[in-house]
């Protein structure tokens, strides 16, 4: 496998990049943070151009040497293998890709691995409780709130940031937290509905 | 029941082909396409692709083993350019390598040069030109001088109504797997297997026999990957084919904005005459189809507009031409209501400004003029079962329409920066293929020795939720549990010859097949049932909830050893069934018939607030009475309403389509194409079933859901623009769709 071209993509060209079309709305929030000052010598020392982050997702630690570009949606895809987590836009203007760094909901292709090193993160396969579905899941089914499902792991991630903060949203506060993302489907009303239930069953 | 597909979409485990496991060896594909919009290639060269590492192939259109074709309906779409380029996005050559990256950045290097000629992007000016897809079409019926000789009002007008990109979320993809002899696999997220299975083989030039195509599910699909979803298939099957390797292909957002087609741009003339007391005597409307490019499935899409140009009303002198435009442009495609959109668009417009000459609301004319029992539509069709007064009806009973003017009136008096207004829009919508020989399907049903089901057709789902249909279907005819039925992928080898998945006809058709596949086997089951019990009339065999009954008493035999005992007594446990639906022809010599199994009907009733100073609308309130026949579930069919409206009041309000004059797409982006966000959907949206609605053509007496609703969003528009008159009664000059919030305070302040 030739990794010369990676190698070639400097980090500031690839922020760049993905810096543009940045319609963050509620989900994507605190991201971007650079490494840029550690950054050159730990590719120098490191094998091939890769560096080493250590996440833990779903409750699981992992360690894994990575090019220095890899979003945290392609590393939660592509090297974890959870490929729960959609991408769809790859420019932060969709919600697809939405997972949890501690409570916070975020855009995983807006945000680089290594700025997510010895975070905690949470994937749509992190809500199941044992084989359960989690609350926020079961009400999605409870409503139908979903027609295709590609939007829906993001829209469930979403829906469960927000009621981790606000236990008891009004529609306005429901309409506000879920606008970051789109379904083309179109099951507003339902997924409303589904955030809605989710907040009565969490009360339980 | 849910369906299983419901768990695993909330759990993040329902595959997409972006989530397969790749297998060892996998290349990935870029597509390497035009930048310019018309012209020819005077050079191509990409001898510096070749050496950058990983990569495995170029290929251009020199290096296709068959047919350089992928046309549907007409032969003029390559798969590759050669030559000569007619759209920005257009494919020239395709890169496969060991990565995404290292084939993008390869197919970078390569170097070409064109002589450009200009783009033609306005269908008009195509038109003008000269440069049409096919001949124009024209349906007439009665006399439409005669007509307007004796109408007291005659008004005519243009109308402009923009494209729509379909954005299903997950982007365009397909993965092609080789095995022996030269076979290939292919899983794609299309609609279409057998085009998939078709185009691949001709451009691969092998057998079909050789191609099997495998869909799973789509995220999305909206008719955007009725035709669309072949071109990358193939591309996947052509690399497998010239490397021997698996090969996949997953268009990133952008590429898939830029290469593929859209909901048709149209421009229209319309004419209408009417008498004093509103009704309409004569319709005349001539529609520029903004074809793009190629074919694709133009003529179709336009010739459906030319069925649905009277939407519900009947009108006894009519006469439509559609003429479908070369531009270049991607070639635009099918997308919900399939050009029926387009039509009745124009139709209320013409309704809407010739209540404005008569002085009468616009919903007068549409109650007047709605179709009645035993019509006849212009299309030589005879009305039946109708249904578009009830609706009408019901819908302003129910949602007390009297008490919605009045309170809209009030509001207006009371305030001068919001303003609001009501529109009603009752729909008719065909439901068949137009093109009758699409109207058959087959199912495969497996009763395995255990009493589980596993079931094939040759539907596929794509969020529908057809196959939480047909698992109804086939768990009601075998009276056994939903968990016991299996929809299984959508597969050439399974199911051949596959129809599209589109027209809103996927489940009627495929639902038909299985009910006719599940029917074969029980009556295996039933005469076996009857001999073992030693009686001698299977017709008294009953199965009911999974236990065995004869002649209404039970027979302490269950589904489940029942099954076994049949399987040790060699009875045939799986059938395959095919259907096609009765009594559908159309005679393109007269343009005559009856093209339609049947047709849905509806109305709605939308009410929008606008806010004067910044031009922005909201839709308060969407109330509809729909015929849903008699659903077979619910809670799916009202998906399927929501999500349309939602769609259609997107496509009339917010999502504008905008290239420059080269045919550069400039709302290339989900920040300058704006689809319906949770904010958009209306704040209120009531859906009632209209009741005792029998349809013969559906299986189990259901009727067709994907399509007619979306049309609902048409009256999104005529309800902003007759809160917009509240205001300024001069706001409505032009009708041009969308009505962005920018056009609405540009048309507010009647400003250009
Ligand atoms: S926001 Fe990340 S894929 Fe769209
Ligand atoms: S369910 Fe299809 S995009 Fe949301």
Redesign the interface.
Known sequence: MSNKKNKNLNRRSFIKNIGVGFAGTIAAAPLLKSHAKKLPEEIKDSLDGKVEVTVYVNGRKFRRNIFPQTTLAQFIRDELNLTGTKVSCNHGECGSCTVLIGSDAVYSCQMLALDADQKFITTIEGLMKNDELGEVQKAFVDKDGLQCGFCTPGQIISAYALLKKNPAPSEEEIREAMSGNLCRCGAYPKIIESVDAAAKLLKK | M?NA????????????I??F?APEGVLHIAVFDSKIACGKITKLNYDKVLS???VAAVITAKDIPGENQIGNIVSDETILADGEVEYIGEPIAIVAA??V??AK?AANLIEIEFDELPAVTDPREAYEKGNLIAPPQTFSDGDVEKGFAESDVVIDGRVDIGGQE??????QGAMAVPSEDGKIKIYSSTQSPTAVQRAAAKVLGVPMHKIETDVL????G?GGKEDQATPWAVMTALVSRLTGKPAKLIL??QDDLRMTGKRHPYSADYKIGLSRDGEILAYEATYYQNAGACADLSTAILERTLFHATNSYFIPNVKTTGISCKTNLPPNTAFRGFGGPQGMFVMETAIYKAAEKLGVPAYEIQKKNLLKENDSLYYGQKAERVQAERCWNEAAEEFNLQEKFAAVKEFNEKNNLRKKGVALMPICFGISFTSSFLNQASALVHVYTDGSVGVSTAAVE????VNEKIRSVVSQTFSISQEKVKMETTNTTRVANTSPTAASSGADLNGNAALLACNNILNRLKKFAAESLKEDDPAKVEIKNEKIFYDGKETGMNWESFINDAYFNRINLASHAFYATPEVYFDRTINKGRPFAYHVYGTAIITAEVDILRGVCEIESVDVVHDFGKSINR??DL??V??????GI?WLTMEELVQNDEGKLLSN???TYK?????S??KE?NVKFLEDSENPFGPLNSKAIGEPPFMYGIGAYFAIMNAMKEYNPNADKEIRAPLTHERVLMSLKNLK
Do not use: C, W
């Open positions: 849910k597909d419901v768990i695993n979409h909330v759990k993040g485990t329902s595959l997409f972006d989530d496991p950058v590492p990983g060991d990565t990256e290292n950045a379909h954005l299903y979320l997950e982007t599910r789509l995220g999305g909206f990133s957002r794509m969020g529908q939720g809670q799916v998906g399927q929501e999500g349309a409206v939602v769609q997107g982006s989900l920040s689809i319906p966000d949770i904010f959907a209306p949206m």
